[in-house]
């Protein structure tokens, strides 16, 4: 066997990052006036910096973005842009992507990788049911398995109903969803009498919204399959630049020959150690159109270079939460994904769930109310004694009132973004 890039010793992929650093720093700064002016301003040049220099180079924000649309940061002619895709923000000017003929090319081969590594195999069907369009989900999903060889199902206009119809008529292998699709998947085939783990899917890979481990593990339950997580995001291609292995599922591997990655403690902007908590911020190895150097994601992660017991040597970080997503209560922080680790380990409570907070007086108050599971003899309200009292000890968190809802009582997604929490304050 030849030379295998997802098992290269750091030094080697230290020196793929070096080269290709200096390629994309020199392209910005030949090409794009705001990284010309930060740079000059900091005193730095293309060939000074690697990866260790790489610290004394200003954040690139979401903000720098919006202030450059729409091709402020782009590095070649628009002519030779072949794809745009943008953010899904609905107010005001979204950020613009784009893209050109290699990009397309080198990310469809990333997420093949990340495919492979996750379990999917070249003779796999696979549903996509993620939205084609705009934003870059669905096609860039689609693309990667046409990279793999698989074949794909583009069922995202499709009603559930076709969706599980194709699954059985099409002994779909696997399937690319945000986790709540699949937990609806699931409670929709049960309503119907039928049986999830019957189903033909072995593989499924989730995210595109921070989850819980414990809400992942509902899901390989339900389906009786392999569940990893995934991580993209538009800025940096897109949809599945990193992904847990099969193996192990102990932290999504960011494929460094792509991108350099650096964990950030966002209130003094220096690093943090191996492990700690802290901003993820994404530097672009191998984009050509718009590379970004220290891209400040707004998500909370933690990251180790240890290798994995997998062999891949390619750095592991496990994305905890998005920043925006903390509810500030009161004066302490608490997170959705804190609120259904605790809950989903009591065996009688379901993975659906909302929160909603009102200010009443001076004080901020916050509901949560969540379906128990089907076909279990509950006793409500020790469940939610039992909850108030985990909540305040292992997150600090008073909870005014908690509600055991009956199942299938708390509204469904069906193919888009979770919505648990509603923020009822000024
Ligand atoms: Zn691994």
């Known amino acids: 066997m030849g030379f295998d890039i997802e098992k290269a010793s750091r030094a080697e992929l230290r020196d793929i990052q070096d080269q290709r650093l200096e390629e994309s720093v020199t392209a910005v700064y030949e090409n794009v006036d705001l990284y010309r002016k930060r740079l000059d301003e900091a005193g730095l040049s293309p060939s000074t910096i690697d990866t260790t220099a790489l610290t004394a ?3 690139t924000t979401s903000a720098d973005i919006r202030d450059e649309y729409p091709d402020g940061l782009f590095t070649v002619p628009t002519g030779d842009i072949q794809r745009v895709h943008t953010s899904s923000g609905t107010t005001g000017k979204p950020k613009i992507f784009g893209y050109t003929r ?9 997420i093949a990788r990340s495919l492979e590594t996750s379990g999917f195999e070249s003779q796999y069907t696979v549903l996509n049911p993620c939205k084609y369009g705009l934003v870059s989900g669905g096609l860039g999903w689609h693309d ?6 698989a074949t794909v199902v583009p069922s995202a206009t499709a009603d ?12 779909v292998d696997g399937l690319i969803c945000f986790p709540s699709f699949a937990l ?14 019957e189903l033909s899917i072995s593989t499924i890979t989730v995210g595109g919204e921070p989850t819980s481990q414990e809400l992942r593990a509902e899901i390989a339950e339900a389906f009786d399959a392999v569940v990893t997580e995934h991580y993209g995001l538009s800025e940096l291609f897109g949809a599945g630049i990193f992904t847990e292995c099969e193996e192990c599922q102990d932290g999504a591997h960011v494929w460094e020959d792509h991108f350099y990655p650096e964990i950030i403690d966002p209130r003094t902007d220096e690093r943090v150690d191996d492990g700690e908590e802290g901003e993820l911020v994404l530097t672009s190895l191998s984009k050509e159109a718009m590379p970004l ?3 400040r994601t707004g998500d909370i992660a933690t990251m180790t270079t240890d290798e994995c017991a997998c062999g891949r040597t390619h750095a592991r970080i496990s994305v905890t939460e998005r920043m925006r997503n903390g509810i500030s209560i009161d004066d302490t922080t608490v997170y959705p994904t804190e609120i259904e680790s605790t809950f989903l380990t009591e065996p009688e409570t379901a993975p659906y769930y909302r929160i909603d907070l009102q200010r009443t007086g001076q004080h901020d108050a916050i509901n949560i109310t969540i379906e128990r599971k ?8 020790e469940l939610a004694d039992r909850l108030h009292e985990r909540f305040l000890a ?7 009132e908690i509600t055991i809802a009956t199942p299938g009582t708390i509204d469904r997604t069906l193919g888009t973004k979770a919505n648990r929490v509603y923020d009822n304050r000024e």
């Open 184 to 197: 609806d998947l699931a409670g929709i085939i049960e309503r119907q009498g039928g049986d999830p783990t």
């Open 394 to 400: 292992e997150l600090s968190l008073s909870v005014d």
């Open 160 to 171: 559930m109903d076709r969706q599980i119809e194709l699954i059985r008529d099409l002994t």
């Open 102 to 110: 290699d990009d397309l090319d080198t990310w469809s081969k990333i």
């Open 293 to 295: 150097l220290r891209y």
């Open 144 to 149: 990667g398995l046409e990279q793999l060889g």
């Open 374 to 381: 089907q076909g279990l003899d509950v006793d409500q309200s």
């Open 57 to 59: 180079v200003p954040f």
